[in-house]
């Protein structure tokens, strides 16, 4: 367990340095200062009487939802990249041999380098997450109903996408991994909203399309379970049936099968992962 956690301290310090980060906190600072002058510009209507404090509140609600969504999918463009290198790009260099030719074994190494990666990308999410709900409440005076469910809702999204990341890092090259990763979560994420649609409109076959990717890929369902976290309770009260199709508007809470679904899916992917880089030639 020492020489895991070693390892994980390692990925972590690694991820650090890389110029992803750069790049991450150069876009999550932009996202946090748009949206905190569009959150200021709200609370500006709301003190002028063009908005009544509830109608500014219910805005803030489905604003955060899309300020968020736009959280994740910086995340995905993080861990993805990040994943990447775990064991193409080092396999490729020449560092998983020089590591792997000590007494240490695949699974515990590539174990290691997935729990620095979780605990970097759950970090960010967490923290940029946080500062973002800060805004909200500073600007607008709107604090969500269970903002500590939907960070964590938005970690396991996060999770998810790291351990594919991690599974197509033992098939294919870097930069190959990581565009897969990103294509599947916004492949997952537009049918959802496809499904939803359906559902508004009545189309049973339609809405299947939506159930079923967040089946195959938990990404969607854990962002929607989220979405209901944030947003205000107000919020459904003022949408008919067709609130199934708004595509930052989640219905209900996630269900626990569900829950237990997602995390049955990571231990199955990082299974294979851990089986693909056994079999991997260094």
Aim: glycine share 10%; aromatic share 8%; hydrophobic share 55%.
């Amino acid at each position: 367990m020492s020489t895991v956690l070693t390892i994980a301290g390692l990925t972590l310090r690694e991820a650090s340095r890389r110029r992803v980060l750069l790049a991450l906190a150069v876009l999550t600072i932009l996202l946090l200062g748009l949206s905190a002058w569009g959150f200021s510009r709200l609370a500006a209507e709301s003190a002028q009487g063009s908005l009544t404090t509830g109608e500014a509140r219910l805005a803030a609600s489905q604003v955060l939802n899309l300020v968020m969504f736009g959280f994740s999918l910086i995340a995905a463009l993080g861990t993805a990249f990040l994943a990447g290198p775990t064991v193409s790009g080092e396999t490729e260099s020449g560092i998983a041999l020089a590591v792997l030719a000590r007494p240490i074994r695949r699974s515990a190494f590539l174990l290691g380098k997935w729990l620095g990666l979780v605990a970097f990308g759950t970090g960010f999410v967490g923290l940029a997450g946080l500062a973002q709900c800060l805004i909200v409440r500073w600007t607008v005076d709107y604090w969500p109903p269970n903002p500590a469910a939907a960070l964590a809702l938005l970690a396991g999204e996060t999770t998810v996408l790291l351990t594919l990341a991690v599974l197509l890092s033992t098939v294919v090259s870097p930069m190959a991994s990581g565009v897969v990763t990103v294509g599947l979560f916004g492949a997952t994420w537009v049918a959802g909203v496809v499904g939803g649609v359906g559902t508004a409109l009545g189309n049973e076959d339609v809405a299947q399309v939506g159930t079923i990717s967040r089946i195959l890929l938990p990404t969607d369902g854990l962002w929607r379970g989220a979405m209901h976290a944030l947003q205000d309770p107000v919020a459904l009260a003022q949408f008919g049936p067709e609130r199934e199709g708004f595509p930052f508007l989640s219905d209900a809470p996630l269900a626990v099968p569900y829950l237990a679904w997602s995390a049955i899916w990571v231990a199955m992917i990082w299974t294979l992962a851990a089986l693909g880089f056994l079999r991997k030639d260094l």
